[in-house]
């Protein structure tokens, strides 16, 4: 097992300090399209300003900032992309992810950080955002998040299909399951299965449409609603529940997994993908840090490791548990079967 690193110096407490300056950086080098305009081309300052619409001075420093970061690359008295921002921050380009950071974590996560404080000390005001259901009960607040963690959640979709055997199962319950990127992915993967997505009805809305574009509107449908207080589908022979565990509260985990056994059945199989962290909880780091920014908006949260999630599940009754890597360094899949 790897230990995480322990820092000596100063200089490296300053790099974890100022961090945010970066991502700042880079946010708004998003937000004027900058990978874009910089594409296969180098560019001076003169002529970043001219096409982003940018004063020369601020052009300048913003280029400066990205060239100190690595992100972009000087080249005489010009500047181009990196071959990271080539490939991952240019509009078009197939892994293109500059959406996702510059709605989705621009736009709501960086913002939530700040009150991180507040959450951490029990003290957020009864107008600041402390769960999924008084978040996404603004509309365009659930479109803005589940549009961006629709276009994330695809990918990993079709790695779970691939990770998971669903080819007995008919009827997919999707707890949580956002715009249904996994159960769309599914259903592609497995010709015979059907899906019953539930969420919010603000996110079910958004859903919808993305469901409708993919055809595939006769087999995924929604059970608008909340999985802590609402009624589920009476029986399904999948259950899957992708990110609900890091946005609930830590206490609800448990009745959750139990509420799967009951409604699967015999011979059905559960799966849980979230942010899990290494049982020495050293890391990984980009796990831990994702369910410190849950604790900013859902201050129950629970750090959970992939023992804690497969204990629940033995105790529930659960047996073939298995655990596998989903998105390395972030995300764990554990899925076990309901006995026949
Ligand atoms: N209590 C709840 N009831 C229903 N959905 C919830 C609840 N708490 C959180 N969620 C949803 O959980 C989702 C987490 S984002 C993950 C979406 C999807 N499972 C995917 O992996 O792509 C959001 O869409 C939330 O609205």
Request: aromatic share 10%.
């Given at each position: 097992m790897p230990v995480a690193r322990s820092l000596e110096t100063a200089e490296e407490i300053s790099d974890i300090a100022f961090g945010f300056m970066g991502s700042k950086a880079l946010f708004s080098a998003l937000h004027v399209d900058l990978f874009s305009l910089l594409s296969e081309k180098t560019l001076t300052p003169q002529q970043v300003a001219e096409e982003s619409e940018l004063d020369l001075d601020r052009a300048t420093t913003l280029l400066t900032a990205l060239t100190s970061l690595g992100l972009v690359r000087r080249e005489g008295a010009g500047f181009t992309n990196s071959p990271a921002a080539e490939a991952?921050?240019?509009?078009?380009?197939?892994?293109?992810?500059?959406?996702?950071l510059r709605f989705q974590i621009?736009?709501?996560?960086?913002?939530?950080?700040?009150?991180?404080?507040?959450?951490?000390?029990?003290?957020?005001?009864?107008?600041?955002?402390?769960?999924?259901?008084?978040?996404?009960?603004?509309?365009?607040?659930?479109?803005?998040?589940?549009?961006?963690?629709?276009?994330?959640?695809?990918?990993?979709?079709?790695?779970?299909?691939?990770?998971?055997?669903?080819?007995?199962?008919?009827q997919l319950l999707d707890v949580g399951g956002g715009t249904g990127a996994f159960s769309i992915s599914l259903c592609k993967a497995y010709p015979g299965l059907r899906s019953t997505v539930l969420d919010f009805p603000n996110v079910a809305k958004v859903g919808e449409e993305f469901i409708a574009e993919e055809g595939l509107q006769d087999r995924i449908r929604y059970a608008p609603g909340n999985a802590l207080k609402d009624t589920?589908?009476?029986?399904?022979?999948?259950?899957?529940?992708?990110?609900?565990?890091?946005?609930?509260?830590?206490?609800?985990i448990p009745g959750l997994v139990r509420k799967a056994f009951e409604v699967l059945t015999p011979g059905g199989d559960f799966m849980v993908h979230d942010f899990m962290v290494d049982e020495n909880?050293?890391?990984?780091?980009?796990?831990?840090?994702?369910?410190?920014?849950?604790?900013?908006?859902?201050?129950?949260?629970?750090?959970?490791?992939?023992?804690?999630?497969?204990?629940?599940?033995?105790?529930?009754?659960?047996?073939?548990?298995?655990?596998?890597?989903?998105?390395?360094?972030?995300?764990?899949?554990?899925?076990?079967?309901?006995?026949?």
């Open positions: 991952f921050l240019v509009k078009g380009r197939k892994y293109d992810f500059g959406d996702y621009d736009k709501q996560m960086y913002p939530f950080m700040t009150q991180l404080n507040d959450a951490l000390t029990d003290s957020l005001e009864d107008d600041q955002v402390a769960s999924y259901e008084t978040w996404f009960s603004d509309p365009e607040e659930a479109r803005l998040y589940s549009r961006s963690q629709h276009a994330g959640s695809l990918g990993p979709g079709r790695g779970l299909a691939k990770l998971v055997d669903l080819s007995a199962a008919k589920w589908p009476d029986s399904a022979d999948a259950v899957l529940m992708s990110y609900l565990f890091s946005g609930v509260p830590g206490t609800a909880r050293d890391g990984p780091k980009l796990a831990a840090l994702w369910q410190l920014q849950h604790t900013a908006f859902n201050p129950e949260a629970r750090s959970i490791t992939s023992s804690y999630v497969a204990g629940l599940m033995e105790a529930a009754g659960f047996t073939d548990i298995a655990v596998e890597v989903m998105i390395p360094g972030m995300t764990m899949l554990v899925h076990g079967r309901k006995p026949e």
